[in-house]
């Protein structure tokens, strides 16, 4: 017998590895650098060292240029802020 919470796993499972590995299969592009910026934030990139080092990648931010690496910890940083606090909305009982 199911209950009215039952929540099945397999789609959101199916979801996170949407997530994780379909960005490996789009493709860089050679005329939007914009695109390839976000490109290389997915997580399956920022985990590749090769490509992390050798793309000689950087974000500028007004007169502030941030390095690949640096802006890789500020974007997963925010993720995990975000998460921690939806996690935490959703265990703290209402009045």
């Known amino acids: 017998v199911r209950g009215k ?3 099945p796993v397999f789609p959101k499972l199916r979801n996170h ?3 994780i590995i379909g960005p490996a299969f789009l493709p860089m592009s050679s005329k939007s650098g914009v695109w390839n910026h976000i490109n290389y934030l997915f997580p399956i990139r920022a985990l590749d060292l090769k490509e992390m080092f050798g793309a000689f990648v950087s ?5 502030f240029v941030i390095p690949y690496y640096g802006m890789v910890a500020v974007v ?5 802020a975000a998460a921690f606090l ?9 009045k």
């Open 5 to 7: 919470k039952h929540n």
């Open 17 to 19: 590895i949407a997530i």
């Open 59 to 63: 974000y500028t931010v007004g007169d």
């Open 76 to 80: 997963y940083a925010m993720i995990g």
């Open 86 to 94: 939806m996690t935490r909305r959703g265990f703290v009982k209402g």
